[in-house]
């Protein structure tokens, strides 16, 4: 269930409590491309996306670091996710949980085409099953924009920044750098609810509540977004408190 109650509050808390509050310069990161929905309520907005082209971990460490040293104090990080097979594995493999339990049934999928997901998972945990360290990982899953977000994480958490995670890859993300590193997961926040089983382990493994639940599947960047008026409205509650 979802905290509904004392919604900034909440987030007023996040903020407090983060490694460097503050929103004088957030960060919208998409991993991959933004659809028109999604720049249009950028644009609402007036915030600038920043759009990066899956490749791998150096590559988002790399982001990180020039976003932080040029005045960054918050990222938001989305990764348009085709079937996520990749995050799926990555969560099931280092939640402990069976492959079709990750997964789950699609009632909007083709018989075939869930099938071929379930073979890709299941093969997938087979491969990862030994890997000693997060390179190897990343490297087994093989997944360009999973790296690229696990380095953006992973490089939040070394510089202090606070992130808002939206979508399974971002979550997959999370998940690997607790698991291989020291992710203090209170300097993450998950935008909204997905309604993947993958994503639920995620929450309950990092410790974490969805802040708004869409109704919809997160990863395009819309929830990231959304965070954003309302982390600066609890900004502003707070000092006025």
């Not at 007023?12 to 309520?41: F, K, Q």
């Not at 339990?101 to 491969?127: C, N, Q, S």
């Not at 291989?180 to 993450?188: A, H, S």
């Amino acid at each position: 269930m979802l905290e509904q109650r004392g919604l900034l509050e909440r987030l007023e808390r996040w903020l407090a409590d983060g490694p460097r509050p503050g929103l004088s310069r957030p960060r919208p990161m998409i991993v991959g491309a933004a659809s028109e929905p999604v720049t249009a309520v950028a644009d609402l907005l007036r915030t600038d996306l920043v759009i990066v082209a899956p490749a791998d971990a150096p590559t988002g460490i790399a982001l990180v670091d020039r976003e932080v040293d040029s005045g960054c104090d918050l990222l938001l990080l989305a990764a348009p996710d085709r079937d996520a097979v990749s995050a799926t594995v990555a969560i099931a493999s280092f939640t402990g949980e069976e492959p079709i339990r990750a997964l789950g049934f699609d009632p909007t999928l083709a018989d075939d085409e869930w099938v071929r997901r379930a073979v890709a998972v299941r093969d997938g945990l087979r491969r990862i099953d030994r890997v000693a360290d997060q390179a190897e990982a990343l490297t087994t899953l093989g997944d360009p924009a999973l790296a690229t977000a696990t380095g953006i994480v992973a490089q939040a958490a070394q510089r202090r920044t606070p992130i808002v995670l939206d979508g399974l890859t971002a979550l997959a993300a999370a998940v690997l750098v607790a698991h291989f590193g020291d992710q203090d997961p209170q300097g993450c926040l998950i935008a909204t609810a997905d309604r993947r089983p993958a994503a639920a382990m995620a929450a309950r493994v990092l410790g974490l509540t969805p802040v708004l639940d869409l109704g919809r599947r997160s990863g395009d960047g819309l929830a990231a977004l959304l965070m954003l008026p309302l982390l600066q409205a609890a900004q502003l509650v707070g000092t006025q408190a």
